[in-house]
């Protein structure tokens, strides 16, 4: 009794002693730096314009500006709802997921198919399967590092980190000429070691826009070869690029050709419309089956860790639309109707900066591909066209194409031809906060973004 009591004192003065030198356990915490995109949203939704545009996110919007559920998953919904689908298993789900997303990217009548020489496993989205393939890197290649094109989608520089694989950028893209520069890329491919890790998006890079042609990829896939580097493709826009799934899986198949060994993260987010179920999958590519069960196995045992087994609804539906031939057809039709869309836009784009006589070339806004056009707009213009004009994109310039609409483009174009026309000294203050600027801007023409609004006869 005595002793307990002792012991109880003892931490009871042990317990005041620790708050009195520690107020609590988290003080050290400081807040994360932004997500450029968060941070765009975050800035889009704190205005109270009417006339404001959110060209920041990379979500597919339809001519009206809103978000579209595709025909295609509400057929699919109600398939899955009369097949009960709540029976079935995750694993089942899982493995029918994994197997028609294989077909798609590496084609239904491929040897990898027909021989089951992959690994695979359902993932959370595009962000998820990443995650997944650097975990794997890591536990596998622990001294290595992941090669990424600059620029690249922000995120994936987190992701590799996260995991403490160190990564390094591989040349891609052209300022001057807003295109790629082939001649670099091929040279940083070369003067890596022997067996690095290369991450590559097969079709509509971001943020750029810019692919490289089909013989492009022919060249880098044998240089990859005589280098014995890994390619690991990011696909988190098929489809989006040609409006064709197939051919944007052309970079894929030349590799798969060229005998490569590949890792793949597939993204349905954008290419079904199915931003907030998170499905995706991760898969490697195996010399045969015992390796593909040994990789499915550590695969399995990553993700078992990490979240256990992915929600069933999403991979029911993706499912479901990639394995029901009426489904998958109408799919098809409705990538093809994005991808057009988007690229009508950026003719009208385009077209409605020349008619503005603005001296500037903007021919890449029709030359780039996919979800994104990356404007070579500055970081003063991206600015300007946040404060005087309610419009909202990466301070990198990347427009988000699927945010532009029949409706919205001219009032666009007209921003973006008086923020470029104007007579402006702007310099930016290196700041985690893209909207701090610093910036002496003297317009030509303008009046206020609700005159030049009215004046364009704009329905907001
Ligand atoms: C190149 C690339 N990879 C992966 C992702 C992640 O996509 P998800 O939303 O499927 O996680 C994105 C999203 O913007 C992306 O642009």
């Given at each position: 009794m005595i002793i307990s009591r002792f012991v109880i004192l003892r931490r009871g003065m042990s317990t005041a002693s620790t708050c009195a030198t520690r107020r609590?356990?988290?003080?050290?915490?400081?807040?994360?730096?932004?997500?450029?995109?968060?941070?765009?949203?975050?800035?889009?939704?704190?205005?109270?314009?009417?006339?404001?545009?959110?060209?920041?996110?990379?979500a597919y919007r339809d001519d009206e500006g809103k978000p579209l559920v595709l025909q295609c998953v509400r057929e699919a919904e109600s398939k899955i709802a009369a097949s009960s689908f709540l029976e079935s298993t995750s694993t089942s789900v899982g493995s029918k997921l994994v197997m028609e997303s294989a077909k798609l990217i590496y084609g239904e009548d491929s040897d990898v198919i027909k021989e089951r020489r992959f690994a695979g496993i359902p993932a959370l989205s595009g962000t998820g399967a990443c995650r997944l393939f650097a975990?794997?890197?890591?536990?596998?290649?622990?001294?290595?590092?992941?090669?990424?094109?600059?620029?690249?989608?922000?995120?994936?520089?987190?992701?590799?980190?996260?995991?403490?694989?160190?990564?390094?950028?591989?040349?891609?893209?052209?300022?001057?000429?807003?295109?790629?520069?082939?001649?670099?890329?091929?040279?940083?491919?070369?003067?890596?070691?022997?067996?690095?890790?290369?991450?590559l998006h097969p079709c509509a890079h971001n943020p750029t826009g810019v692919d490289p042609?089909?013989?492009?990829?022919?060249?880098?896939?044998?240089?990859?070869?005589?280098?014995?580097?890994f390619p690991f493709f990011d696909v988190a826009y098929q489809g989006f690029a040609s409006g064709d799934v197939e051919r944007d899986a052309k970079a894929i198949r030349i590799f798969l050709e060229d005998g490569h060994s590949i890792g793949c993260a597939q993204s349905f987010a954008k290419n079904m419309g199915l931003y907030g179920h998170r499905v995706g999958c991760l898969s490697v590519l195996c010399n045969d089956k015992i390796q593909a069960m040994a990789i499915q196995s550590q695969l399995q045992q990553i993700s078992n860790t990490m979240y256990g087994s992915p929600p069933i609804h999403g991979i029911s539906l993706v499912s479901k639309i990639l394995s029901d031939p009426d489904i998958k057809a109408i799919w098809l039709k409705e990538v093809k109707v994005m991808a057009t869309r988007i690229r009508r836009m950026r003719v009208t784009l385009r077209?409605?900066?020349?008619?503005?006589?603005?001296?500037?070339?903007?021919?890449?806004?029709?030359?780039?591909?996919?979800?994104?056009?990356?404007?070579?707009?500055?970081?003063?213009?991206?600015?300007?066209?946040?404060?005087?004009?309610?419009?909202?994109?990466?301070?990198?310039?990347?427009?988000?194409?699927?945010?532009?609409?029949?409706?919205?483009?001219?009032?666009?174009?007209n921003a973006i031809h008086e923020v470029t026309a104007c007579d402006q000294d702007a310099k930016i203050l290196h700041n985690t906060d893209a909207y701090k600027i610093n910036t002496d801007i003297r317009f030509t023409s303008l009046g206020t973004s609700k005159t030049r609004a009215r004046g364009m006869n704009l329905a907001l």
């Open positions: 609590s356990w988290w003080d050290h915490v400081t807040p994360a730096l932004k997500d450029p995109i968060s941070a765009v949203t975050e800035a889009f939704l704190a205005d109270p314009s009417p006339y404001k545009i959110n060209l920041g996110v990379g975990e794997f890197q890591k536990r596998f290649y622990p001294e290595s590092r992941m090669y990424l094109p600059d620029p690249t989608w922000s995120n994936h520089r987190n992701i590799w980190r996260d995991v403490h694989v160190p990564d390094q950028t591989f040349r891609y893209y052209h300022p001057d000429s807003k295109s790629l520069n082939f001649a670099a890329l091929m040279d940083d491919v070369k003067n890596a070691p022997d067996g690095s890790f290369f991450l042609t089909e013989e492009q990829w022919r060249e880098i896939s044998s240089l990859f070869k005589v280098k014995n580097h077209e409605a900066l020349e008619r503005l006589g603005s001296p500037l070339n903007w021919q890449h806004i029709t030359n780039q591909v996919g979800m994104f056009c990356f404007s070579g707009l500055n970081r003063a213009e991206v600015y300007l066209l946040a404060k005087e004009f309610h419009i909202y994109m990466t301070p990198d310039g990347r427009i988000s194409m699927g945010g532009v609409t029949t409706k919205n483009v001219d009032y666009l174009a």
